[in-house]
C-alpha cells in the first residue's frame, strides 16, 4: 500500500474547488470540517468568499482567486499547509452552464466549460483526497453529455476510487424551502472503509404523505417563510429590481400569492408565435417550495421571481435565504453578480447534511483502520513471541 494511504486521518479537512461565493465552505465548517483552501475565478465571488469567510477567520481557509486551468496542485497544497493524501474531502460544482436543462437540442455539447469537470478529476488525482464530492446541475446525466461523464468516472476508476452511484437529490427533500435537483458525485479512495447510505435519505416530504401525516418526518418548508422574516435595516443585498411603471402595473395585475403572468394580461409580441414561458413574471406560491434559485433570480423576466405580495422581484436577501445562506452574508459586486453568486451557490443546509454524513463516515472508518492496525501489530507480537 502508497505511504500516502497510511497516514492517519488527523483532522478533518477540506479543500474547495469552483468556490464561488463558498456555499460549500460554509456547510463544510457548520458539519465540523476546516476548509483549508479554496479556488475561484469571479472577481466578485471571491471577493464575497474573502469578505465572509476569510478575513472574519484566524487562519483558514486561504483563497486563490484565479484559473484553475493555471493553477499548480502542489501550490494548492502549500497554500493548505497540507501534504499529499491529507485532504479528508475535496469539494467542487464546476460550471454547469453546459449542463443545464434549459438548453435545447445539442446546446452544451462539446461546451469547453464541460471539460473543468475533468480538470477537478486531474487535482483529485494528485491531491488524492480521502473523498471528493462533486455537485452539478441534474442535466449532466443527460445522454448527450455520457462523453464526458464517462470520461471523468473512467479517470477516477484509473486513479483507484470508489465512485458511488450519481444522487439526484432535491433540496426540498432536505429542509430547503425551493425545488432544486442537482446531482452529486461522491468518490471514495480505496483505503478509506466508508459505509454510508447512499444517496442520503429525504429529511422532509410532502405534506400528504405518510410520513407527514403519521409525524414521522417534518413536511416540505415553504416560501412563505422566506418573506416573513424581517429584513435587516442596513442589508447590503436586501435591493430589488428597479422596474418601470408599465411593469410594476404588470405586478399589480398580478393576482398576489401565485398569480401568473397570463394572469396579468401580459402578451407581448413573441406570444403570437408561441405562448412563451408560463412562470416568466410569475409571483411566487408562498404555500409551497420556491422554484429553483438560478443565476437571474432576482430577475422577473427569467422565471417566477415575483414577491408573492408586493409588486416587484425578489430582493438578493430573499433569494439567499431560499439557498438558507444566513442574513449577515453579504454579497458583492451588485445585484446582478449577487444573484449569480447566489444562484450557483450549493444550498447551505442541503451541503451540510450530506458532509456531516459523510464525516461521521469518515471519523468510523478512521476508528476501523485504527482498530485493525492494532490487530495486525498484535499478531505481529504474538508471531515473534511465538
Given at each position: 500500500m502508497p505511504d500516502i494511504l497510511r497516514k492517519p486521518l488527523g483532522p478533518l479537512t477540506a479543500i474547495d474547488l469552483f468556490s464561488g461565493a463558498g456555499g460549500f465552505t460554509l456547510a463544510a465548517q457548520l458539519a465540523g470540517i476546516e476548509v483549508r483552501a479554496a479556488v475561484e475565478l469571479d472577481k466578485h465571488a471571491a471577493a464575497t468568499y474573502e469578505l465572509n469567510l476569510v478575513d472574519k477567520a484566524t487562519t483558514y481557509p486561504r483563497l486563490i482567486n484565479g484559473d484553475i486551468n493555471h493553477l499548480t496542485w502542489d501550490a494548492l497544497l502549500r497554500k493548505a499547509n497540507l501534504g499529499r493524501g491529507e485532504c479528508s474531502i475535496l469539494l467542487g460544482g464546476p460550471p454547469c452552464q453546459g449542463f443545464s436543462t434549459h438548453r435545447i437540442n445539442n446546446a452544451g455539447v462539446d461546451d469547453p466549460r464541460n471539460e473543468l469537470l475533468v480538470r477537478y478529476f486531474d487535482c483529485v488525482a494528485e491531491i488524492r483526497p480521502r473523498l471528493f464530492l462533486v455537485e452539478n446541475v441534474a442535466g449532466l446525466l443527460w445522454k448527450r453529455h455520457a462523453t464526458?461523464?464517462?470520461?471523468?468516472?473512467?479517470?477516477?476508476?484509473?486513479?483507484?476510487?470508489?465512485?458511488?452511484?450519481?444522487?439526484?437529490?432535491?433540496?426540498?427533500?432536505?429542509?430547503?424551502?425551493?425545488?432544486?435537483?442537482?446531482?452529486?458525485?461522491?468518490?471514495?479512495?480505496?483505503?478509506?472503509?466508508?459505509?454510508?447510505?447512499?444517496?442520503?435519505?429525504?429529511?422532509h416530504f410532502d405534506p400528504d404523505s405518510d410520513e407527514v401525516r403519521l409525524k414521522r418526518l417534518p413536511q416540505w418548508r415553504a416560501a412563505g417563510?422566506?418573506?416573513?422574516?424581517?429584513?435587516?435595516?442596513?442589508?447590503?443585498?436586501?435591493v430589488h429590481m428597479n422596474h418601470s411603471d408599465a411593469l410594476v402595473e404588470v405586478f399589480r395585475k398580478t393576482p398576489l400569492n401565485g398569480g401568473?403572468?397570463?394572469?396579468?394580461?401580459?402578451?407581448?409580441?413573441?406570444?403570437?408565435?408561441?405562448?412563451?414561458?408560463?412562470?416568466?413574471?410569475?409571483?411566487?406560491?408562498?404555500?409551497?417550495?420556491?422554484?429553483?434559485?438560478?443565476?437571474?433570480?432576482?430577475?422577473p423576466s427569467k422565471g417566477r421571481f415575483v414577491h408573492p405580495t408586493e409588486h416587484h422581484g425578489m430582493t438578493a436577501r430573499h433569494a439567499a435565504r431560499f439557498q438558507s445562506f444566513p442574513d449577515e452574508f453579504e454579497f458583492t459586486g451588485g445585484l446582478i453578480s449577487a444573484g449569480k453568486q447566489i444562484g450557483n451557490a450549493v444550498p447551505i443546509e442541503h451541503a451540510q447534511h450530506i458532509l456531516t454524513m459523510l464525516r461521521d463516515g469518515l471519523l468510523v472508518a478512521a476508528q476501523l483502520a485504527h482498530e485493525e492496525t492494532e490487530l495486525d501489530?498484535?499478531?505481529?507480537?504474538?508471531?515473534r513471541t511465538a
Open positions: 464526458y461523464l464517462e470520461r471523468f468516472y473512467s479517470l477516477a476508476r484509473k486513479a483507484g476510487y470508489r465512485v458511488f452511484k450519481p444522487a439526484v437529490l432535491n433540496s426540498r427533500d432536505f429542509g430547503i424551502p425551493q425545488n432544486r435537483k442537482r446531482v452529486f458525485i461522491l468518490g471514495c479512495r480505496p483505503d478509506v472503509q466508508l459505509d454510508i447510505p447512499w444517496p442520503p435519505k429525504p429529511t417563510e422566506v418573506f416573513s422574516k424581517p429584513m435587516g435595516a442596513n442589508d447590503p443585498n436586501n401568473s403572468r397570463k394572469d396579468s394580461g401580459r402578451i407581448l409580441a413573441c406570444h403570437s408565435k408561441h405562448d412563451g414561458h408560463k412562470d416568466v413574471y410569475g409571483r411566487i406560491d408562498p404555500t409551497r417550495p420556491g422554484p429553483t434559485m438560478t443565476t437571474a433570480c432576482i430577475n501489530r498484535s499478531q505481529f507480537r504474538v508471531r
